[in-house]
C-alpha cells in the first residue's frame, strides 16, 4: 500500500472543518453551553513541544465534551502585550524601544504582530485545535484595551487601587518595577566578604556579599541574644571608606550563626533591609539608581555599574587593609523572571492592587475551584500564604496598554478617564475636565507608564466572553474550564482569581486543569541548552495525530520526557487503523441491526461495550490518557488480532444470516472506536469516518458525532468466561502453530478438555473456522497438525 501524504490529509481536513464551522460556538442552540477559558500563548516566536503538549491535552477533553452534546464556547486569543512582545521586537529587528520616540516604537510593535501573527496561530491550527477561530482576542487590541481600563476603573472605584512612592522590587535590566510573582528564587555563587568597621578603638568585623551597598548603610544590627555584641549597644560604628558613623541596633532578625553575628543594613539591599527601616525608623539612602548604577552617595563611584563598583570597592578595602576575609558561598536571591537579572529595591511611584488582606479569601476560592489533577491546589495555597506584597501593576516600558489617568502637576491629584470613554491613550487624549477638581489647576500630565501585561490577561474570562451578545455572555460566565500549564499558577491562574473576586464577587470558572512539562532525557529543554525540540519538525515527519496521541500518553499534571519513538508509535496507530479500515470496508455491505446476532458477536460486542464504559468513565474523570490506553489495547488486540481474525472466515464464506451479524458487528465496533479516539486522533479518525460511515450516518463531521454509547444486547453471567475461554484457545492454537513454524491457516485437529467444550458450545463453529480445526476431539488442550 502506498504511503499515505498525512500532512495533505490534515490539511484537508483543516480546511474542511474551517469551511463548514465544525467547531464553531453556535448563539441560537438550546444545547447546554461549555466554555473555556483558553491560554493565549505569549507571541514568542512560535509554538514549542510544551505548547503542543498541554493545547493537545485540553483539546481532548473538550472535543469529548462536544461529542458529548455540548455546544463548546472555545475561543483562542494572544497575549501580545507588554515586555515579552518588546524584547522578542527588539530581539528580532535589532533595534532598542529607549533609542527612539515612544509613539514610533509602538507603531513598529503593532506592525510586527501584524505581520506575525498568522504564522504563529497557524501552529495551533495544524496540530489540530478545535477552537473557534472567529472568536479572537489580543492581549493589546482595542477590545482588551478598553477591558483592562475598565478593570482599573471599577477597582479604583471599589478602593482597591493605590499609588505610593516607595521602595518597590525593580529591574534595572529591563528599568521598571517588578511583581512580586515575576520575581524569581535563582542559587547563585557568591562572595563573603569581612570587612572592618570600627566602634571607637575597637574593630568590629562584618560579613557581607554586597560591598557596593556600604555607602547606604544605615545601621549595624546583632541579635538581643548574642552576648558578644550586648555591650555597643547604643553605640555608633564608623563605615570603612565613606567613613560616617551609624547606630549599633538590636534585633532578632539578626541572625548570631551568619557570618560574625554583625550585619550592615542599607536602604535597600534586601527585604530584611525594608523591614528594619520601617521598624526602627532609619533614614532613607539610595546607592543605587533605576538604570542599576551607583548614585552621588557612592561618591567617585557613582556612575559604575553595580558588579564594577563592587569589585572597585572590594580592592579599595583591600588595599586600606580592611578586608580580612573572603569565602565562597552559593546563596538565593531574586531575580526578574523575564531577564535573570538579579532584583535591586529602588524607591519609585507605582500603582498597586491592595489584596494582602484578602489572603484567607483567597484560599478558600482555591478550595472552591475543583482542580485536576487535586494536588495542583498546594501550588496556589503555597503562593497565597507566601505574599508579602500588594500586587505591583505599573509598568515603566512602552509597549502596553495605558493606565487611563492623568495626575494635576501641581497636587498630584489623579484624574481619571469616564468609563465612556474608553479605551483612552491618555499621552494623546485629553481628560474629560479641564482643571484640577481639587485645586483648580489647569495644568494637567498624562501618566506614562502601562498596565503589567498581567492586569490585562487576568481578564481573559472577559476578553473571550463580551465579545458575545449581552444575553449569551450570562450562560459563559463563570466558565466551566480553565486548562494551563502548573508554571503560571501563580501568574494567570491566581490574578484571574483575584479579578474575578474584586470585580463579579465569584470564581471565574468551575474546573481547572493543569498540564505538566515535557522535558528531554529529564531535563527542562532551553534554547540556550539547544536541547529543544520542534513540534513543527516532528509534525512534518509523522503528522499532527502522532504527535497527539504521544501528547495522550501523559496524565495531567505530570511532567513527561518526549521520546521519539513514543510519536513513533502513534504514527503506526494511525497507518494500522487505516489499514484495518481498507480490509474491513473491502468487504463489507451496509446492515442494519439484524434479527439474528451470532454467538460470537454478542460476545465481542459486550466487550466493546465495556470499553465504552471505561473510556466515558475516564474522559468524566479528565482522565484523557486512560481512555486512549484502553481504545488503544481494545483495538490491536480485541478488535484486530482476534475478532477480525475469528469473523474473516464467515465475511467471505458465511451464509447470508452470518454475513449480516458480522457486518452489523464490525461497523458497529469499528465506528465506536473511531469515536472513542476521536478526540485523541482528529484527521485520522475523519478520514476513515467520512470514507465509510458518513453516508450512512449522516453528521458533517465526526466531532459532531454523539459519543458512544453502549449497544443494546442481552448478557448473562457466563458471558465473560466464555470469551476469556475462546481468547484463550485461539491464542493457544496460534501459538502452537507459530512453535511448529506452520502457517496460521494450517490445518489441525484441535483437542479441548469436555468441561471448556460445554462452555464453548456456542461459539464452536468460530473456533473451528479461525484455527483451520477439521475436527475438535475431547481431551487435554493440544493441536495436532494434519
Ligand atoms: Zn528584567
Ligand atoms: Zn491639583
Redesign the pocket.
Known amino acids: 500500500m502506498p504511503e499515505i501524504n498525512l500532512k495533505e490529509l490534515e490539511k484537508k481536513w483543516r480546511e474542511y472543518w474551517e469551511k463548514e464551522g465544525i467547531y464553531k460556538f453556535d448563539l441560537k442552540s438550546p444545547k447546554k453551553i461549555y466554555s473555556v477559558d483558553t491560554p493565549p500563548p505569549t507571541v514568542s516566536g512560535e509554538m514549542h513541544i510544551g505548547h503542543a503538549c498541554s493545547y493537545s491535552q485540553q483539546d481532548f477533553l473538550v472535543r469529548y465534551k462536544r461529542m458529548q452534546g455540548f455546544n463548546i464556547f472555545y475561543p483562542f486569543g494572544t497575549d501580545d502585550n507588554g515586555l515579552p512582545t518588546e524584547r522578542l521586537v527588539e530581539k528580532t529587528l535589532g533595534i532598542k524601544a529607549k533609542d527612539m520616540p515612544r509613539g514610533d516604537f509602538i507603531k513598529i510593535c503593532l506592525e510586527f504582530l501584524k505581520k506575525e501573527l498568522p504564522r504563529f496561530i497557524q501552529d495551533w491550527k495544524n496540530i489540530g485545535i478545535s477552537c473557534d477561530w472567529d472568536i479572537y482576542y489580543s492581549t493589546i487590541n482595542e477590545h482588551s484595551r478598553k477591558i483592562a481600563q475598565w478593570s482599573f476603573l471599577d477597582l479604583y472605584k471599589k478602593g482597591r487601587l493605590y499609588r505610593k512612592d516607595a521602595p518597590a522590587m525593580w529591574c534595572p535590566e529591563c528599568k521598571t518595577g517588578v511583581a512580586q510573582v515575576e520575581a524569581q528564587d535563582k542559587e547563585i555563587d557568591s562572595t563573603f566578604n569581612d570587612i572592618i568597621f570600627t566602634a571607637g578603638k575597637e574593630k568590629l568585623t562584618i560579613s557581607t556579599t554586597r560591598p557596593e551597598m556600604l555607602p547606604a548603610c544605615v545601621a549595624v544590627f546583632y541579635n538581643p541574644s548574642d552576648k558578644r555584641y550586648k555591650k555597643y549597644k547604643g553605640k555608633k560604628a564608623k563605615v570603612p571608606l565613606f567613613n560616617f558613623e551609624v547606630p549599633i541596633m538590636e534585633d532578632i532578625r539578626a541572625d548570631p550563626e551568619k557570618g560574625t553575628g554583625l550585619v550592615m543594613c542599607c536602604t535597600f539591599g534586601d527585604q530584611t533591609d525594608m523591614e528594619w527601616q520601617k521598624a526602627h525608623n532609619l533614614p532613607i539612602k539610595m546607592a543605587i539608581s533605576p538604570e542599576g548604577t551607583m548614585t552621588e552617595l557612592a561618591g567617585e563611584l557613582k556612575g559604575m555599574k553595580i558588579k564594577e563598583a563592587r569589585k572597585t570597592i572590594i580592592q579599595k578595602l583591600k588595599d586600606a587593609g580592611l578586608l580580612t576575609a573572603q569565602k565562597p558561598i552559593k546563596h538565593v536571591v531574586n531575580v526578574h523572571e523575564r531577564c535573570g537579572t538579579e532584583i535591586e529595591f529602588i524607591k519609585s511611584k507605582q500603582w498597586f492592587v491592595k489584596y494582602l488582606d484578602l489572603k484567607k479569601d483567597m484560599l478558600k476560592w482555591g478550595k472552591e475551584l475543583k482542580w485536576h489533577p487535586d494536588f495542583m491546589r498546594h501550588r496556589y495555597d503555597n503562593w497565597v500564604k507566601g505574599l508579602q506584597w500588594d500586587w505591583l501593576i505599573s509598568n515603566q516600558r512602552y509597549f502596553g496598554i495605558p493606565f487611563p489617568v492623568w495626575y494635576?502637576k501641581?497636587?498630584?491629584?489623579p484624574i481619571l478617564a469616564e468609563e465612556e470613554s474608553l479605551p483612552v491613550d491618555p499621552i494623546k487624549d485629553k481628560p474629560s475636565v479641564s482643571s484640577?477638581p481639587?485645586?483648580?489647576?489647569k495644568e494637567i500630565v498624562p501618566e506614562t507608564d502601562i498596565l503589567n501585561t498581567w492586569f490585562t490577561s487576568s481578564m481573559t474570562p472577559q476578553l473571550s466572553t463580551w465579545l458575545m451578545p449581552k444575553n449569551i455572555q450570562n450562560k459563559l460566565f463563570p466558565m466551566a474550564l480553565r486548562p494551563q500549564a502548573h508554571e503560571i499558577i501563580s501568574f494567570w491562574l491566581f490574578n484571574t482569581m483575584v479579578k474575578s473576586h474584586l470585580h463579579f464577587n465569584k470564581n471565574p470558572w468551575k474546573h481547572a486543569v493543569i498540564s505538566g512539562f515535557v522535558t528531554l532525557q529529564g531535563e527542562k529543554m532551553s534554547k540556550s541548552k539547544g536541547n529543544v525540540i520542534r513540534p513543527q519538525e516532528v509534525m512534518d515527519k509523522y503528522g499532527a495525530d502522532a504527535i497527539r496521541y504521544w501528547a495522550a500518553s501523559s496524565k495531567l499534571g505530570e511532567d513527561f520526557d518526549y521520546q521519539e519513538k513514543d510519536v513513533l508509535t502513534g504514527k503506526k496507530f494511525i497507518t494500522k487503523i487505516l489499514n484495518a479500515a481498507n480490509f474491513v470496508f473491502m468487504n463489507l455491505q451496509y446492515q442494519a441491526k439484524p434479527t439474528k446476532l451470532l454467538e460470537t458477536d454478542r460476545l465481542f460486542l459486550i466487550q466493546l461495550n465495556k470499553l465504552i464504559k471505561e473510556s466515558t468513565e475516564a474522559f468524566e474523570d479528565y482522565n484523557y490518557s486512560r481512555a486512549k490506553l484502553a481504545t488503544d489495547k481494545f483495538f490491536w488486540i480485541t478488535f484486530a488480532d482476534n475478532y477480525l481474525e475469528i469473523v474473516k472466515n464467515r465475511v467471505y464464506n458465511g451464509t447470508n444470516e452470518e454475513k449480516a451479524s458480522a457486518f452489523y458487528t464490525l461497523y458497529q465496533a469499528f465506528l465506536a472506536i473511531l469515536k472513542l479516539m476521536a478526540p485523541i486522533t482528529p484527521f485520522i479518525t475523519e478520514e476513515i469516518y467520512y470514507q465509510h460511515f458518513k453516508k450512512h450516518e449522516k453528521a458533517k463531521s465526526i466531532h459532531n458525532e454523539s459519543w458512544p454509547i453502549e449497544i443494546k444486547i442481552k448478557s448473562t453471567k457466563e458471558d465473560e468466561k466464555i470469551w476469556e475461554k475462546f481468547i484463550e484457545t485461539i491464542t493457544f492454537v496460534r501459538q502452537q502453530k507459530s512453535k511448529a513454524q506452520k502457517s496460521m491457516k494450517a490445518e489441525i485437529i484441535l483437542t479441548i478438555p469436555k468441561a471448556d467444550q460445554n462452555i464453548l458450545s456456542k461459539v464452536i463453529d468460530d473456533i473451528k473456522s479461525v484455527t483451520s480445526a477439521k475436527e475438535i476431539r475431547e481431551g487435554a488442550l493440544s493441536v495436532a497438525f494434519i
Open positions: 494635576c501641581k497636587c498630584d491629584t484640577c481639587k485645586c483648580k489647576s
